[in-house]
Structures are given as structure tokens and as C-alpha cells.
């Protein structure tokens, strides 16, 4: 990939990305695909949230009471992501690690699932396919389940991937579509009075642009100042096991409390995560693998004998209505595309075909004109 480490004030470029992960990645791609010169600027993509992240695309059993405008957005985003998987794999040569299983959600005691069941009817209320399991039916799918487990729910629809090999395959077919990725970290935006706008780099370089998009997930409220985006903690673990330990997306609830085990192809299962307020407090605590442990343990007792691989925090860019911010921010020439909260992953299609548009001129997928920034102007 070109790679530019800015001692001073270098070409300009249509658009400049301030963030390599895997929104500001994918929507880079998709821009790049459309003619535009495009630059990256990050110091290492897909180290933040991304390279923390399960990779659950999971609109069905992400479900909430209070946020169908991101649900329709989720399943709008679900719907393009074969198509989007397709033609990464093809232009990048990489192989994602794509499942479609659905997801698995158990219950662990008889009040957990009274809320599954109250979570089901909501769900069919929103013409959502999910099926009522039985707890022997929820160990024929996955038999390192307790027996303790007293029932679930099946969402077919529901799909994974793999964060890491999808920010491998991105900056892949970045470089095969002309983009450029500048190694180093964005200090500020610069506006100036008339002309275009630039981003000034750490090292005193500037990187002058056409248009700005701000993807630098929970730090862009500090390159602009006043964006309501926040930093959400969230512990993880990898643990590594046999091939086919668990074959599909496993959420559950023990005594009111979430817990997920999302299985790589390799034997790998990814077990998170916790969802903290404490700023960019990037300790692993031992409370934070105690409490996910011993949730996951109660749903999969054999996960104790396998290796834990690795902890690791991300700081997830929450914003107040849980909704993303993709559209002009107010300072001309500069775009958001930022606060996907949990679910960047999943949005990363539907967030680079709307950059792309509104870099082009092109349509603006309707289920992403509800994350207009504007919404949150007075």
C-alpha cells in the first residue's frame, strides 16, 4: 500500500479519512471504487474497537425495546453484507471467516427465559424470525451446553465475521483501488476561512483534502469538538479450543446478566463483554474476567479447560440515542461516520455505501438518513 509519513504539507487528495477502522476502512474502499482520490490516516488500522471486536452481525438478537430506527438499520446493512463479503473476498484475495449459523440465545434459570420469551413476542411484533427452543433443543445445536439450560431462542439470520481478517482484507483492496494510507496519527482539522480544509498530523505535516470524513470512532469528538460521541469500555477474551467446540453464536443470560461466545473457524471463541462508563480506562481488570467468566461457565462448563489467549479492552464510540453519525457535521467539507457503538461491524456496508454517496453525489441508503448529524443540532 503507499504509505506517506508527512514531514511537511504533501499533495492533496479528494478525500481524507481520519480513521482506519472498519468504517472509515470500508468506506475509504467504497470511495476509492468510485474514482476518488482517497488517503487514510491512521497509525495502525483496525487497532482500536475493531481489533477488539467479536464481529457479531446480529440485528435479531441485538434487538431492543428502544431502538428500531437502528434495527431497520442493522437489517438493512445484514441484507448487503453477502454481496459486500463477495466482492471483498474477490478483490482482496482474503478469506473472512463469514458464518451464517443464526445465533443461539439461552437462558440459564426460569426468569431468564420469561424474558426470552417476552424478548420473542417483540421480536415477531417486528416480523423478526426467531423459534422457540426447548432446552433439549438448544443442546442438539450445541451440546456443550449445561444441561442447567432451561430453553432459547434461534435467530437464523443472524451472521458473524471476523473483525481482524475483514480490516486485513479492506486495507488490501484499499491499496488495489489506489487509496493511500498515511501512518500516522491526526492531531486536529484544519478550516481555514477559504479553501479546502486539511488534517494536521503529530509530526507538524498537514494532509489538505477535497472533503473530510471523521471516522476516528471514539475519539472524534476530539478532532471535533461539540460531536456527542463517547467512549463505551468493553473487556474481552479469546480463548482457544478444538475446531467445533461450539458451531454457532451463543448469547445468553445468567440471572439477568448477558453474556456471548462467538467461535472463530479455528478453534478460537471470542467471550465478552463487558459495557462500562469509565472513560478510556483501558485496564483488564480482574473483576471484568471474573464476572465473564464465570457467566459463560454457567452456560458452557467446558470452556474452563481451554487456553485464555488474550484479554484486550476497546473503547466502543457510544453516542446518546445508540445511533450512528454519518452526514455532514456543520464545518463545510467535513463528514462524521462515526458511533456505531456495538454494532461497527455489522453497519460497515451500509456506513461506506452512504459515505461514498454523499462523497459522489449518489443516493443515500434510506435507512441511514435517520443518522444524519444534524438530529442532535438545536
Not at 482506519?20 to 471504487?33: E, K
Not at 483501488?177 to 498515511?182: D, E, F, K, R, S
Not at 482457544?240 to 448477558?258: D, E, Q
Request: glycine share 14%; hydrophobic share 40%.
Amino acid at each position: 500500500m503507499s504509505s506517506t509519513r508527512p514531514s511537511g504539507s504533501e499533495p492533496g487528495h479528494d478525500v481524507v479519512i481520519v480513521g482506519g477502522g472498519v468504517a472509515g476502512l470500508a468506506a475509504a474502499w467504497r470511495t476509492a471504487r468510485r474514482g476518488l482520490s482517497v488517503a487514510v490516516v491512521d497509525p495502525a488500522p483496525g487497532s482500536g474497537a475493531t481489533h477488539a471486536a467479536a464481529g457479531m452481525l446480529a440485528p435479531v438478537s441485538e434487538v431492543t425495546y428502544t431502538e428500531e430506527p437502528l434495527l431497520r438499520l442493522g437489517l438493512a446493512s445484514l441484507a448487503t453484507w453477502p454481496a459486500f463479503r463477495a466482492e471483498l473476498e474477490d478483490e482482496s484475495g482474503a478469506e473472512l471467516d463469514y458464518r451464517t449459523e443464526g445465533t443461539l440465545e439461552v437462558a440459564r434459570g426460569t426468569d431468564d427465559m420469561a424474558v426470552l420469551d417476552d424478548l420473542a413476542a417483540f421480536e415477531r411484533t417486528l416480523g423478526l424470525r426467531v423459534e422457540r427452543l426447548t432446552g433439549r433443543e438448544c443442546r442438539s445445536f450445541e451440546p456443550m451446553l449445561s444441561p442447567s439450560v432451561r430453553g432459547g431462542l434461534l435467530a437464523r439470520d443472524d451472521a458473524w465475521v471476523d473483525p481482524r481478517r475483514l480490516v486485513r482484507a479492506l486495507l488490501t483492496a484499499f491499496e488495489k483501488a489506489g487509496g493511500t494510507l498515511v501512518a500516522e496519527r491526526a492531531a486536529g482539522i484544519v478550516l481555514p476561512g477559504r479553501g479546502s480544509p486539511s488534517v494536521r498530523l503529530t509530526s507538524g505535516g498537514t494532509v489538505p483534502a477535497g472533503r473530510i470524513v471523521v471516522a476516528a470512532g471514539s475519539w472524534s469528538a476530539a478532532l471535533l469538538p461539540g460531536l456527542p460521541v463517547r467512549p463505551v469500555k468493553g473487556q474481552i477474551l479469546r480463548l482457544r479450543g478444538p475446531r467445533g467446540f461450539l458451531t454457532r453464536c451463543v448469547r445468553g443470560l445468567v440471572h439477568g446478566s448477558p453474556a456471548y461466545l462467538v467461535p472463530r473457524g479455528d478453534g478460537e471463541i471470542v467471550l465478552g463483554a463487558t459495557s462500562e462508563e469509565l472513560g478510556y480506562d483501558a485496564r483488564v481488570t480482574a473483576g471484568g474476567v471474573y464476572e465473564l467468566l464465570r457467566d459463560a461457565r454457567e452456560l458452557v462448563p467446558g470452556l474452563t479447560e481451554l487456553e485464555l489467549a488474550e484479554t484486550a479492552v476497546g473503547f466502543r464510540p457510544g453516542t446518546p440515542d445508540n445511533l450512528p453519525l454519518i452526514g455532514p457535521t456543520g464545518p463545510p467539507g467535513v463528514l462524521a461516520a462515526t458511533g456505531h457503538g456495538r454494532n461497527g461491524v455489522l453497519l460497515a456496508p451500509v456506513t461506506a455505501e452512504a459515505v461514498a454517496a454523499l462523497l459522489t453525489g449518489g443516493a443515500v441508503p434510506e435507512a441511514a438518513l435517520s443518522c444524519d448529524p444534524g438530529r442532535f443540532h438545536s
